[in-house]
Structures are given as structure tokens and as C-alpha cells.
């Protein structure tokens, strides 16, 4: 972006930039007035997993350690909408801040000890903590109505907004869920973000720089189980209806499968993840009545072939490799940096638009869509 | 029956059932020492393997050269699934190998059902019935059996990564690949040679516990929770480690879960997660684990 | 600039999604759904014509319970031979499976694909209590019948807000009734210790037989759970074994049937009188046990075992056996779920006969109208009865005992209707 050329291409790039998120937003709003209320349904579940994915993003994507238990936060933010409604009769918008207070401190609560544990042990620990959540709940029956879960109100349109059921819980998720990504951007901007990727790229560097690393890394697991709690708070909403067995340990590792498949560190990766959880089970059963799971299961495996950063990272790989085939004059300049910087990282070129001091207000994507992965251990290049 | 007695009894049925964690958690182990990654399908690829092995005994070959067909076949089996699966994703960051393994766990567990159904299987028991009583205290032949291989796999690994070039050559392809392909190491056939010996270990486990707990799909599923925790535990480095871990999360979870009313037997599953997090919170690289060094 | 060629493609990606799931169908299509004239007048037709009829299920194929999932096998099966004979008076089935991998979420989805987009008659069967119990709002908002949810959980017939909904299988509260009942006649004084699965399944039955016992002679001496995700019971028995109760009752599912009476068989100091419930009394779970290992062990049931021997000449079972050869050549005729889904599916044939009116609303009143309704899959002396205030298709039972190779019923079939009184909340 330092060439001349770039600079003055600014002023249209910008527009481009801008139409689609436009055409994004229009489609967003539109949707539900011209699907069937099932699909809606199934999208308003796209975007509740997004506000999930989005939070285990912030702390797998760009704080870089990994957790195998967000489907606890999930099912705690669940769990604790459903008591509310249940027991209290609170109504449905007075959940969502005890959801999202309520995960970030049990979130909060996580960090400390997560400080001490890297990679591999912070997953296991959190993967225990995630099989451990169902028993439990079964076992505070008298709280959470046991085995046989809870089954609560949904959330139903006011009479002004004339919708239907499904078009008003769009709407509404479509709103938090806005909030939410918009929130994990601008969050990724702060002074937090910064000091998280610099944590994640090097620990060492960004602590003799004056980053507080304890403190940063304890607030990324607070802030990404807050984002699970939101998740799961929209998914009694919807639903209606928690049961300790929909919250197993599968719940975490699909959560963890879909932020990589979408891909880490990416803004778009958690709506493209959640879109591949929603969407492809049902794919797979399509193609196969007999065995869906074997489908799905190649499914994922050759997304990661194809596409080994995530789906967001996709169409800049293509591009990155047409543009190596078949240079053009203008092309080039652009892309053989990017190109470059994909596999390998050893001198890490963080040179990635946000981590900058002073970050372009008008970067729509805050990082790059081609992440570079998260515990940044393997350092080979193939 | 005495309170000691009764003591020892619950301690055995521990045993018990961390030998069957250990089993499996050598192969974790023995795949994280080879390739650096924590494989999701190790219990899948030993629950198919298992299969292979029922498959040869009801089409009437003899239990006992079923097993060396079956360790063969699954040796294969592992390196063709690194040379296909794992291969293509090489250099790719870590966690897209490890939710390739997520894909491949999902793929064999519909496979195995889609092919053997999902109905028990009864699988040959290779120990005598019945058991010994020492005291009052009853043992196995069953759970003697599985102790006593799990040592002798876990002496055979010991010895591979101590005091063989291999396990030279392969700590040295786990800690840097590019350097070691540097210095000549064919990383390719290293880490073929892991999957398929983790794959051989995974078979082993897979046809000790069969009897115990019934062959179908979804056998290993339970175990491999169980077997990441004393894996963990054991500093996911070393066979020992993984052995004392599995005994270890074995009996302090039949314990808690006996005498601990407030546990119970519903919540002993939080046991190893109380375990892991003390452990780790203590020594962050295990019990057996060396602490990684680190230039910044 | 690849933040825009990401952003570009993002946006791309979701129109196509967008535009690809648009092909199918649109808003507004719920005005296609129809409704009846003359003696019917105003109620719902969707899914049903003269000569055909809509039918969706939604079964665990994938994930931890998809040895279920092979009911829905079962189930098509007995609609394709239906349709080569003609059909349901006159109309051909169309029955569409969907998997929810036993997800409340995605049952959820699937119920709203089926209703909404397959426009089906009616919801037959989804598996689980949680499944069901995460759609039957739902559908009773949607007035569209769930009939015979293939779960035995109690709630199915003592709700009263859910017309719409109702289970099929003795519930597990009634199945506990009738080995309270055994014990009682034969082992007035039993110490008993129970196994159960920590879910609604085995708090169902465990709570069931604690109330069927109390005021008797009968104590529980001790219980023990196991999660689904344990990979084993072992411990469990060791605990239930220092109980030293003579009698345990096995409320497990196939796999850690087979692990408890194997761990039974196993201690030779502890000889407690084995009851299993009837989720694990399939021949296929005490095959791989032994059957010398399984002698005595006492259980019951209400349809007839296709492993069992002794129906090998029933005329239902032969048919059962070769429909299942021809239309499901990959299932396995010994599988009782397979037989189960048979029988299930028989049974809302002949319910489907009985309908006054050839409606959803006919439906939801047929199934609530049974008058001792004979299903060929199902014992000698179990039928199909509902009626005002019972809502529980079938509540009785005859008790087995393993001998030799086989089960072998005995006693009378146990209405547990008349001997308990009807089961309220």
C-alpha cells in the first residue's frame, strides 16, 4: 500500500469495499421477507453460531491458545436464560445482560488459571471442563429441571412490528449479533487486540514492549466466553427449550471445527463457520441417507485440504495463485506479498492493517482474511 | 467384607479401568512424540482396527494369528491415513491438522457403523475367565492381562524413544521439521513410520478392551476423554508418564466416586478435570513431562 | 487488497447461498396449505390427497445414538410394502427421513424442513425425549400430529397442553410398574439395587419403581448412574455388588446392558436375581455376553423379539422378514429396532384407518381413540387403547425369563392400567 499507484486507487477501492458490505446489509435486512420461515430459521441459527464462533475467535484466532470448552459458556449463557425465564419470569431482554455478565466472569474465572496452561493443556483442561458441564447440570435438578431440561417461551413479535415468529427472531438476532461482531471488531482495533496479536506473536517480544500479558490474555478468555454466553442466551430464544445432553463435549469440538474451517483470525471466518455448521450436516445426509456422518466427515477434511487457513482465506489463495500463473502488470505489486506471506512466518511479517499504531479508519476488515494460524508453533514452511 | 477389603476391591476395579486410559493414552502419546499433534481419531482408528480383528475371527481364523494380521494391517492402515489424510496438510497451521483428525473421527466412527452396524459385537476374550482372590480381593484375569501388556508396550516404547536412533531422529522431526529435513531427515517417512506405529499401539488397546467393553462404534469414544486426561497428566511426552496417569485417573476416579457421596458416581467424571487442573497448575508440563525451553 | 477480494467473496458466497437455498421455495407458500370440505369442513389436508399421503420422521443417524437411527429403516420398510399393495386405503406413502444426530437443535430445524418445506401430513416419530420435547411446541403451534415419538418417557401421556403430541412404547414408568408387580408376588422382602442411565430415561424407570414399591416390603438398597458418555459400568456394579442386594434392576441401554450383565456374570460372590429392562433385553445384547452367562436373568417386553426363535413361524414375522429382505436389504432382520419400526409403523397404519376424516385433525383423534387395536409385531394379548384420559397406547407387558437360548415368556401380560390405576403427573 505504499506505492503511488496504491494511493491513488484508494478513493475506488474504498467504494468497492463499501458495496458489498452494502449488498451484505440489504440482503441481511431483505432475507426473511422472501424465504420460507424454515430457512429463516435456519439463518437466525447461522448468526447465533456466529456470535459463538466470533468470541472463540477472539481468543483462539487472535489470542492464539485453545479452547475445547466453549460449549460450557454456551450452555451456561443458556442455561441461565432458561432458569431466568423459568423460575423468574424475567422476560426475555433482561437474560441477555445476566447472560453476557454472568459467562464473562465465569470466563474471567477461567483466565486466571488458563494463564498458566499453553496449547495442548489449556484445550484439555477446557475440554474436561466441557464434559464435566452435562452431569452437572443433571445433577442441580431442582435449578435446571434435571435430564429433562427446561422448556421456556419464545421469544414472540409485538404486536406493531406486524412479523411472524421467525422474521421477528431474525430481526432480533440479526441485531444482537450485529452488536456483537461489530463489538469483536472494534475490540480487535483497541488497545486489546493489538496487545493480543502481538501476545500471540511473540510472547516474549510483546512483554519487553510493555504489554501486560497476564492481564490481556485473563481478559481475551473473559470477552470470548462472553460472546458464548450471548450465543447461548439467542439460543434459548430461539429454541426454547435446554436439556444438559444438548450441551455435550460435541458441542465445543463442532465450535472449535467451525471457527477453523471458516477460518482463524478473519472477520468474515465465524459467519463462513457458522454457515458450514448450519448448513452442511444437512448436505451430507442429501448426498448420503445411508451414512451422513462418513460424508461429513470427508466434508471437513477436504475443506482443510483445499483451503488449509479456513474458507475465508480462500478466494485469496486462488486469487494468489492465478495471479503467480498469469502475471499482470498490476496485479502483481498487490498480491506477491500476500502471496508470500501465507505458509511461512518465521519473521512473521505482522505487517497486518490493524496492529499498526495507528490503524486506516476505514478498514473494513481488521484483520487479515489470510490468518496466520493460531498457536504459532509449527514455523515450517513445506 | 472389611473396610480394607473393600478398599482394595474398589482400588483394583480402578486399576481396572485406568489400565484401559492407559492403553489408549500410549498412543496418543507415541503420535504427539512422532508428529507434535494431539490426534482426535487415535480411538476411532483403534475401535476400526478392533473391526479388522473381528472380522478375521468370525470368518474363522484363530484369535491368535488374527492379532499379528490385525497389527499388520493396522500398521499399514496408519501410514496410508498419514500418507493421504495428514499429508496434504503438512505445514499448514497446527490446528488444521488437528480438526482434520476431528473430520477423520466422524468418517470412521459412520464408517464402522455403516459397515458392522451399530450393534455389540461380541470380540473373543484373549485372557482366561475368572480371576484370583488375594485376600477377599478380586482380580481379573482380564484386568491382569491388560496390565500386563500396557507394561510391556509401554517398556517396548520406552525403549524406542531412549535408546534408538529413531526415536532420536524422531524427536527431532516432532521439535523442528525444517531443520531436521535440514539435516537430511526424510520428515515424510518419520512421520509416516508414527502414524502407523501409534495406529499398531491403537490396535493393541483396541483388542485388549474389546471384551471388556463391547465392540461397536462408538467403544473408544468414552475412553478417549479419559485417555487425553492421563496423557496430560503423564506430560503427553512420555510412555511412562501416560501409564501412571491412566492408572492414576483410573483409581482416583473409582474412589471419588465410591466413597465421595457428595461426587457420586454422576460427577466423577469431573475427577480428571479436578486432577489435570491441580497437576498442571503445579507443573504446567505434567508429571513426566519436560518443561519446554523456549528462546524468545 | 485481499481484505477486499475476501470481502468481495464473502459477499458473493452468501448471495449464492442465498439465491441457492431460494430455488427451492419462497415466502408465502404457506397459503398452499389446504383444507377440507363438507363433514370435515375446515380442517387441515396438508400433505394428504386421495391417493397419496406425506409422512417425515426424524431419526438419530449420525452421532452417539445412531444405533436408533436404524428404526427409521424399519419404518420405510413396512411403508414400501404397504405401497406395492395398494396403499393406505388407497393412498401411497411418502415417508421422508431426516437425521437431527439426536441434537435438540437440529430436531428443531428438521421439524420446521418437514412441516414448512416437505409440507408433510404428519411428524411420525421423532426419537428421543429430547428431540421431542425440543419440537412438540412447535408442532402443537403448527397443529400438525406427532404421533407415536419414539421415546418411552411418562410426560407424553400426562401432559394435557399437547394434544397433538403422543408416545406409542410402554412408558418407562409403566415397564417399572410391571417388575414391581413381579417382585411383590415373588420376592416380597427384596433388597434391591439399581443400575440406570442418568438421563429422563432411567430417572423415568427408577422413579416409577420407587413408587410402584413404596408401602411394601420392597427397599432400593442402593443406586448407581453411568453418563452415555462412560466408557464403561464396571464400577458401578463393584459399588452395587458391597450393596449386597439379591435383586438388581438393569435399566441400561444395548451397550452397558450387555457390560452389566457381563459384570454380573463375572463376580461369582454376588448372585442378585438379574432384572434388564426391556432397551437391553434384545437377543443381540445378551448374545455377546454368553448365553450361559445369562441364565435366569428376568426381563419383559410387548413385541415379539425377531432374534427369538419361538416367532419364527409367525406369519407377521415372516412377512416382517421378507419385506425387510426385499424393500432394506442392508438392514439386519434380527435387529430388534428394525421390528420395532415395523410394528410402529403398522400401528399408525391401522390408525391411519380409523380416521373419521382424512385429516390432521382426524389423525390427532384417531390416535387418541384406539379401541384395542391389534398390531401383529405386538404379544398375544397387547393392543393398541386411548381414550379420554388416557393418552398411553400401550401399557402392558408380559415378563420373560432367559432359558437356554431363548426368553420364555411366562405368567399373564401385565395391564398395568388396571393394576396400578392411570399414571398422572
Redesign the interface.
Known amino acids: 500500500m505504499n506505492n503511488v499507484t496504491a494511493s491513488l486507487a484508494a478513493d475506488r477501492?474504498r467504494q468497492?469495499?463499501a458495496a458489498?458490505?452494502v449488498?451484505?446489509a440489504v440482503?441481511a435486512v431483505a432475507?426473511?421477507?422472501?424465504?420460507?420461515?424454515?430457512?429463516?430459521?435456519?439463518l437466525t441459527?447461522v448468526l447465533l453460531y456466529a456470535v459463538a464462533l466470533a468470541g472463540l475467535n477472539l481468543l483462539v484466532g487472535f489470542g492464539g491458545q485453545i479452547s475445547l470448552g466453549h460449549g460450557a459458556f454456551f450452555a451456561a449463557g443458556a442455561y441461565s436464560t432458561a432458569v431466568m425465564l423459568d423460575r423468574y419470569d424475567t422476560g426475555h431482554l433482561a437474560t441477555l445482560p445476566v447472560a453476557a455478565a454472568g459467562c464473562f466472569l465465569l470466563g474471567l474465572g477461567f483466565g486466571v488459571p488458563a494463564l498458566r496452561l499453553r496449547g495442548l493443556y489449556l484445550a484439555l483442561v477446557t475440554l474436561s471442563f466441557a464434559?464435566f458441564l452435562?452431569?452437572l447440570l443433571?445433577r442441580l435438578e431442582p435449578v435446571t429441571g434435571?435430564?429433562?431440561?427446561l422448556?421456556v417461551d419464545?421469544m414472540q413479535p409485538p404486536a406493531w412490528s406486524g412479523l411472524a415468529e421467525d422474521q421477528w427472531m431474525y430481526f432480533v438476532v440479526l441485531a444482537v449479533a450485529s452488536a456483537a461482531l461489530l463489538l469483536a471488531r472494534n475490540l480487535l482495533r483497541s488497545r486489546v487486540g493489538r496487545a493480543l496479536r502481538a501476545v500471540r506473536d511473540n510472547e516474549g517480544a510483546a512483554e519487553v514492549m510493555g504489554v501486560r500479558l497476564s492481564l490481556h490474555k485473563t481478559l481475551a478468555f473473559a470477552w470470548s466466553a462472553m460472546f458464548a454466553g450471548v450465543a447461548g442466551c439467542l439460543?434459548t430464544w430461539v429454541?426454547?427449550?435446554v436439556?444438559p445432553?444438548?450441551f455435550?463435549?460435541?458441542l465445543s469440538i463442532t465450535l472449535l471445527a467451525g471457527l477453523v474451517v471458516g477460518g482463524l483470525a478473519?472477520l468474515?471466518g465465524p459467519?463462513?463457520g457458522a454457515?458450514f455448521v448450519m448448513?452442511v450436516?444437512?448436505v451430507?445426509?442429501d448426498l448420503s441417507?445411508?451414512?451422513?456422518?462418513v460424508v461429513?466427515g470427508l466434508l471437513i477434511i477436504t475443506v482443510m485440504f483445499v483451503a488449509p487457513t479456513g474458507?475465508?482465506?480462500?478466494?485469496?489463495r486462488v486469487?494468489?495463485a492465478v495471479g503467480r500463473r498469469l502475471p499482470r502488470t498490476t496485479a502483481i505489486p498487490?498480491?506477491t506479498p500476500?502471496a508470500a506471506s501465507a505458509p511461512d512466518a518465521e519473521p512473521r511479517p505482522t505487517a497486518a492493517?490493524g496492529f499498526s499504531p495507528t490503524p486506516a479508519p476505514a478498514?473494513?476488515?481488521v484483520a487479515?482474511?489470510?490468518p496466520v494460524g493460531a498457536p504459532p508453533r509449527t514455523t515450517e514452511k513445506e | 467384607?472389611s473396610a480394607v477389603t473393600?478398599l482394595l476391591?474398589?482400588v483394583v476395579?480402578?486399576l481396572?479401568?485406568g489400565a484401559?486410559y492407559a492403553s489408549l493414552a500410549l498412543a496418543l502419546v507415541l503420535i504427539h512424540r512422532f508428529t507434535g499433534i494431539v490426534n482426535f481419531a487415535q480411538g476411532e482408528l483403534a475401535m476400526l482396527s478392533t473391526y479388522v480383528a473381528w472380522q478375521l475371527v468370525a470368518s474363522g481364523m484363530p484369535f491368535w494369528l488374527a492379532l499379528p494380521v490385525t497389527l499388520a494391517v493396522s500398521f499399514a492402515g496408519g501410514m496410508l491415513v498419514e500418507r493421504i489424510v495428514i499429508r496434504p496438510v503438512q505445514g499448514a497451521p497446527e490446528l488444521t491438522v488437528v480438526i482434520v483428525t476431528v473430520g477423520l473421527f466422524?468418517f470412521v466412527n459412520?464408517l464402522a457403523?455403516l459397515i458392522w452396524?451399530?450393534?455389540?459385537?461380541?470380540?473373543p476374550q484373549p485372557f482366561p475367565?475368572?480371576?484370583i482372590d488375594l485376600a477377599g480381593v478380586?482380580t481379573?484375569w482380564s484386568t491382569l492381562g491388560i496390565l500386563g501388556v500396557v507394561a510391556v508396550v509401554m517398556g517396548l516404547l520406552y525403549l524406542l524413544f531412549q535408546h534408538t536412533s529413531v526415536g532420536l531422529t524422531m524427536r527431532a522431526v516432532a521439535c523442528n521439521p525444517a531443520s531436521a529435513r535440514l539435516s537430511g531427515i526424510r520428515v515424510g517417512r518419520v512421520l509416516m513410520l508414527g502414524w502407523g506405529l501409534a495406529a499398531t499401539v491403537g490396535a493393541v488397546s483396541g483388542v485388549l478392551v474389546a471384551p471388556?467393553?463391547?465392540?461397536?462404534?462408538?467403544?473408544m469414544?468414552?475412553?478417549l476423554?479419559?485417555a487425553f486426561a492421563a496423557a496430560t497428566l503423564g506430560g503427553f511426552d512420555s510412555p511412562v508418564g501416560a501409564v501412571v496417569g491412566g492408572v492414576f485417573v483410573g483409581v482416583a476416579?473409582?474412589l471419588t466416586?465410591?466413597y465421595v457421596d457428595v461426587i457420586?458416581?454422576?460427577l466423577?467424571?469431573g475427577v480428571p478435570l479436578m486432577i489435570i487442573l491441580a497437576v498442571l497448575l503445579v507443573r504446567p508440563q505434567g508429571l513426566f513431562g519436560r518443561a519446554a525451553v523456549e528462546r524468545a | 487488497?485481499?481484505?477486499?477480494?475476501?470481502?468481495?467473496?464473502?459477499?458473493?458466497?452468501?448471495?449464492a447461498?442465498?439465491t441457492a437455498?431460494?430455488c427451492s421455495?419462497?415466502?408465502g407458500?404457506?397459503a398452499q396449505d389446504t383444507a377440507a370440505d363438507g363433514a370435515c369442513k375446515g380442517q387441515q389436508t396438508t400433505g394428504i390427497t386421495d391417493t397419496t399421503i406425506k409422512l417425515g420422521g426424524i431419526y438419530p443417524?449420525?452421532?452417539?445414538a445412531?444405533?436408533y437411527?436404524?428404526i427409521s429403516k424399519g419404518v420405510a420398510a413396512y411403508f414400501k410394502y404397504v405401497n406395492d399393495k395398494g396403499g393406505i386405503d388407497g393412498r401411497k406413502v411418502e415417508f421422508v427421513?431426516?437425521?437431527d444426530?439426536?441434537?435438540?437443535?437440529?430436531a428443531?430445524?428438521e421439524a420446521?424442513?418437514l412441516?414448512?418445506?416437505e409440507k408433510v401430513f404428519a411428524v411420525f416419530q421423532t426419537l428421543g425425549?429430547?428431540s421431542t420435547?425440543?419440537v412438540w411446541?412447535y408442532l402443537d403451534k403448527q397443529k400438525v400430529p406427532q404421533p407415536f415419538v419414539a421415546t418411552g418417557?411418562s410426560?407424553w401421556g400426562t401432559d394435557d397442553k399437547h394434544p397433538w403430541t403422543i408416545g406409542w412404547q410402554p412408558n418407562y414408568v409403566a415397564e417399572a410398574r410391571v417388575y414391581a408387580k413381579y417382585l411383590k408376588d415373588e420376592r416380597p422382602h427384596a433388597k434391591v439395587a439399581v443400575l440406570y442411565q442418568?438421563?429422563?430415561f432411567g430417572?423415568d424407570l427408577l422413579g416409577g419403581f420407587k413408587k410402584a414399591v413404596s408401602g411394601s416390603g420392597i427397599q432400593v438398597v442402593a443406586q448407581?448412574?453411568?453418563?452415555?458418555?462412560?466408557?464403561?459400568v464396571?464400577?458401578?456394579m463393584?459399588?452395587l455388588a458391597?450393596s449386597g442386594a439379591d435383586v438388581l434392576l438393569d435399566v441400561t441401554t444395548?451397550?452397558f446392558g450387555?457390560?452389566a450383565l457381563?459384570a454380573d456374570a463375572?463376580?461369582?460372590?454376588w448372585n442378585p436375581l438379574h432384572i434388564v429392562n426391556n432397551v437391553a433385553a434384545s437377543a443381540?445384547?445378551l448374545?455377546?455376553?454368553?448365553f450361559k452367562n445369562v441364565q435366569g436373568v428376568v426381563s419383559a417386553t410387548y413385541f415379539k423379539d425377531p432374534a427369538d426363535p419361538q416367532w419364527a413361524n409367525d406369519p407377521e414375522m415372516k412377512t416382517y422378514r421378507d419385506a425387510l429382505h426385499k424393500y432394506a436389504p442392508?438392514a439386519?432382520p434380527d435387529?430388534q429396532f428394525n421390528a420395532y419400526g415395523w410394528a410402529v409403523a403398522s400401528s399408525l397404519h391401522k390408525a391411519l384407518d380409523t380416521m373419521k376424516c382424512p385429516t390432521r385433525e382426524g389423525l390427532r383423534d384417531a390416535v387418541r381413540n384406539l379401541k384395542d387395536v391389534k398390531v401383529g409385531l405386538l404379544l398375544p394379548g397387547v393392543t393398541l387403547s386411548t381414550g379420554p384420559g388416557d393418552a398411553f397406547p400401550i401399557e402392558t407387558m408380559q415378563l420373560m425369563r432367559f432359558k437356554g437360548e431363548r426368553w420364555q415368556l411366562f405368567g399373564e401380560p401385565v395391564d398395568t392400567r388396571k393394576e396400578f390405576g392411570p399414571l398422572t403427573k
Open positions: 477501492t468497492l469495499r458489498p458490505t449488498l451484505l440482503a432475507a426473511p421477507f422472501y424465504f420460507a420461515p424454515f430457512q429463516v430459521f435456519q441459527m464434559v452435562p452431569p443433571k434435571g435430564s429433562m431440561g422448556t419464545k439460543y429454541i426454547g427449550f436439556s445432553d444438548s455435550s463435549f460435541v478473519s468474515y459467519l463462513l454457515a448448513y450436516p444437512s451430507s445426509q441417507e445411508a451414512a451422513p456422518g461429513f474458507l475465508a482465506g480462500l478466494p485469496g486469487l494468489g498487490d498480491r500476500e492493517p478498514d473494513p476488515a487479515d482474511a489470510e | 467384607m473393600e476391591q474398589q476395579e480402578g481396572g479401568s484401559v466422524i459412520a457403523g452396524s451399530f450393534t455389540v459385537k461380541d470380540f475367565d475368572g480371576g478380586r481379573d471388556v467393553l463391547f465392540l461397536e462404534p462408538n467403544m469414544g468414552g475412553v476423554i479419559y476416579e473409582t466416586g465410591a457420586g458416581a454422576d466423577k467424571v | 487488497m485481499r481484505k477486499t477480494t475476501a470481502l468481495r467473496a464473502a459477499a458473493v458466497v452468501t448471495a447461498l442465498l437455498t431460494a421455495s419462497r415466502r407458500q404457506d443417524l449420525s452421532g452417539p445412531s444405533a437411527g436404524t427421513v431426516r437425521d444426530g439426536y441434537q435438540p437443535p437440529k428443531v430445524e420446521r424442513r412441516v414448512e418445506q425425549t429430547p420435547a425440543a411446541d418417557a410426560v442418568n438421563d429422563d430417572k448407581e448412574s453411568y453418563e452415555v458418555t462412560d466408557p464403561s464396571s464400577a458401578q463393584a459399588n458391597r444395548p451397550k450387555s457390560q457381563a463375572r463376580n461369582t460372590k443381540a445384547v448374545r455377546p455376553v454368553g442392508d439386519d435387529n
